[in-house]
Each structure stands twice: as C-alpha cells, then as structure tokens.
C-alpha cells in the first residue's frame, strides 16, 4: 500500500536545519513515531508531497525551502506587547507560550523583555529556515471513518465503532 490521501502514515525522523546543520527534532531519539492523515494538511504541504507514492520500508532524504515548510518570516509578525500579556512574572528572552490566534494556536516566542512591554515573535519557530527532513516510513494503511470525520489518526486503543456511534446521535 502507498501513501495517498485518506491514509494514516507512521514514520520516522530527523529534522536538520541545512544552514548550520543543527539538528531540531529526531522522533526516533524520542521513542516516538510521527503518525499522520495523509491529504488533511497534518503535516507541511511540502513533506507531504514529497511522500505521497511511497512505501512502508521506504526511506528518503527531502530538503524544503521556507515557503514549502513554515513560510518565509514576517518582520510584521514581531511587536511590542504589554507585560501583562502574560501569565508569568519572571519573563527572559527565548520563552514560548502558545496563544489563541486568527487561524488557531499559535506560538509566541519572547525576543526581549523590557520596563513595561515585551517584544515578542509570532512567527513560526521555523520559518524562514531550510530544512532537511530524513524520513523512514513505517507503515500506511486506510483511515477509519472515525479518522476521517476527525481529520486525523486516533490514538492506538481507541474504539474506533463507538466513535463513530457518538458522531451519528
């Protein structure tokens, strides 16, 4: 079975920034494989085209620019915001927080805190950045139809039937 829209993906892997080679993400090293609903933009558009048509047991090294991964940066997107903008007093530059946004959560990263204000990021950790994606597919199969209505995979135990019960009353 390859990897199309409608398909649940398991995969492994390492994520490299090609500027300087620094490693940001190995989900191997963690223990824990990334599972993904191919087609319902779970992933970034460029990853998930790099994927589509490929096997378990396949193994491929993708390098995606900016605008196919998190986008280009937006020097719009950093502002000064008020202190009390955030649940914690003892703020320092480098600190994430995830915040409501437009288009759903979003990361915020501190850049400087001053007197009064905090100069803050909303870009995407990544954007402007390319990447290099090591990938090992593990395995692919057909989404239920739980999965689909949800847009993505269901945790490993769930009772897929009485999901879809509850989605029907």
Partial sequence: MTIAPQRVVTLHYVLTDTADGALLDDSRARQQPLEYLHGHHNI????????????????????????????????????????????VSDL????????PGEAGPQVVTVLEVRDDSVLIDTNHPLAGRTLRYRLEVLGVRD????????????????????????KVL
Avoid: I
């Fill in 143 to 166: 989404a239920t139809r739980a999965e689909l209505a949800k847009g993505h995979p269901l945790p490993p135990g769930t009772d897929h039937a009485s999901v879809e019960d509850k």
């Fill in 92 to 99: 320092a530059p480098g600190m994430r927080f995830q915040t």
């Fill in 44 to 87: 970034v558009e460029g990853l998930e085209r790099a994927l589509e048509g490929q096997a378990a047991g396949a193994e491929l090294s993708v390098t995606l620019m900016p605008a196919e991964a998190y986008g280009l940066r937006n020097e719009a997107l950093v502002r000064e915001v008020g202190r009390g903008a955030f649940p």
